[in-house]
Every structure is written in structure tokens, then in C-alpha cells.
T-cell receptor, first 116, second 119 residues
Framework: AQTVTQSQPEMSVQEAETVTLSCTYD???????LFWYKQPPSRQMILVIRQEAYKQQNATENRFSVNFQKAAKSFSLKISDSQLGDTAMYFC?????????????FGKGTHLIIQP | GAVVSQHPSRVICKSGTSVKIECRSLDFQATTMFWYRQFPKQSLMLMAT?????????EQGVEKDKFLINHASLTLSTLTVTSAHPEDSSFYICSAPGTGGRVGRETQYFGPGTRLLVL
């Protein structure tokens, strides 16, 4: 079974700073997807970014980018020019490439606080 | 696109009663949906996979007789917590996989969640 580890329970940075959230995972599979989801106080899960394991190029979405190191099984999220609205829980998640037949495995989450 | 709704958003019930939570895919069909549970300040844990037209599959440790899942149509899955007790109080979230294309079926779209409090 796969596991996802987020070693930073909480992080706090000043607005406009860059912050990196770490995530490592363990799997014996070769084909899978990795995600970062954001959960604000409303508790609605919001997709931030996704990465296909077969792609070497790191995914980017506006201010959000990942550093995907497949051999090291590492998948960190970088948030540039952080904004107050980025304050939320961030969950790293893993899924096999099963065509939607499997649920996600989540890390324990990192509570990110953006200070004004 | 890819909107998932849940109803109710919040429910309070007495111990021993049953509670039904609905999960709907509003603008797409979902032959598979997933149910997660999230305790306060914890992560989401997959409880079960809901399959349209067949039985749900449950994760290890989840009581299938307590958490009844019915995938009645291509847009509706229900979770019934039977004989609820205070320890069942939690935040229940459903999700459905994307429909392919650029998004891919591995991407999950989440409902807004249901907060259950059992007194």
C-alpha cells in the first residue's frame, strides 16, 4: 500500500513571500498521479495542482509549482508571492493510474498561515 | 464543470438514529464515487468506493453494516450511517473522478462535505 508523508504540521510566512511545502510518498508502482489539494476554513477541497508520474516536467499553475523528484519520491509545492487567501490546510495526495477506480491517499496535511 | 454537491451540509441527530447523506454529480456522470471521513484537525481517510449498479467496496476497518452505501444512479450516491453513535460524529466528504480529457479520470472533484454531530 502507498503512504504519503507531510512532515510540516504548520508553516507561517509573511504575505508576498515564497513558501515550500514538502511531501514524500512511498509506492512500488510506476504509474500514478500526485496532487496538492487546498482546504480553506470552509472545508471545501480545492485542487491546486496535479502531476503525472510519467511526466518529467514539473507542473505549474500560476503562482503554484511543484518540484517532482520521482527517484526520491518527493513532491513539494512552491507557492510564490503568497497571498492572505492562501491560508488553508494543504494536503498532498496520491492515486494509482487506475482510470478513476481508486480513491486518494492523503498525507496528514500542512496548515499554512499567511501573515499580513 | 465537474461540480459535486452534498446534502445536508450539517446534521445533528440523536444516538441510535440513522442519517442519510446524499452526494450528487451535477454536470457530469459518475459511475464511481468515493466517501471520505475527516475527524477534526486530521486528514481525509477513504471509507469506501461507491459503484453504480454494484456493491460498494469498503476500506479495511470500515463497518459496511454501519455505513450503507447505495449508488442509485449515474449522478447520485448515498451514505447512510445506521444507528449512529457519538463516535460517528465527523465530517463526511464525497468525491467523483473527472471525466477524462485534459483533466483525467484520476482527478477527484469533492463535494462541500457534511458535518455530522451525534448527541
Amino acid at each position: 500500500a502507498q503512504t504519503v508523508t507531510q512532515s510540516q504540521p504548520e508553516m507561517s510566512v509573511q504575505e508576498a513571500e515564497t513558501v515550500t511545502l514538502s511531501c514524500t510518498y512511498d509506492t512500488s508502482e510506476n504509474n500514478y498521479y500526485l496532487f496538492w489539494y487546498k482546504q480553506p476554513p470552509s472545508r471545501q477541497m480545492i485542487l491546486v495542482i496535479r502531476q503525472e508520474a510519467y511526466k518529467q516536467q514539473n507542473a505549474t499553475e500560476n503562482r503554484f509549482s511543484v518540484n517532482f523528484q520521482k527517484a526520491a519520491k518527493s513532491f513539494s509545492l512552491k507557492i510564490s508571492d503568497s497571498q492572505l487567501g492562501d491560508t488553508a490546510m494543504y494536503f498532498c495526495a496520491f492515486i494509482y493510474s487506475g482510470g478513476g477506480a481508486d480513491g486518494l491517499t492523503f498525507g496528514k496535511g500542512t496548515h499554512l498561515i499567511i501573515q499580513p | 464543470g465537474a461540480v459535486v454537491s452534498q446534502h445536508p451540509s450539517r446534521v445533528i441527530c440523536k444516538s441510535g438514529t440513522s442519517v442519510k447523506i446524499e452526494c450528487r454529480s451535477l454536470d457530469f456522470q459518475a459511475t464511481t464515487m468515493f466517501w471520505y471521513r475527516q475527524f477534526p484537525k486530521q486528514s481525509l481517510m477513504l471509507m469506501a468506493t461507491s459503484n453504480e449498479g454494484s456493491k460498494a467496496t469498503y476500506e479495511q476497518g470500515v463497518e459496511k453494516d454501519k455505513f450503507l452505501i447505495n449508488h442509485a444512479s449515474l449522478t447520485l450516491s448515498t451514505l447512510t450511517v445506521t444507528s449512529a453513535h457519538p463516535e460517528d460524529s465527523s465530517f463526511y466528504i464525497c468525491s467523483a473522478p473527472g471525466t477524462g480529457g485534459r483533466v483525467g479520470r484520476e482527478t477527484q472533484y469533492f463535494g462541500p462535505g457534511t458535518r455530522l454531530l451525534v448527541l
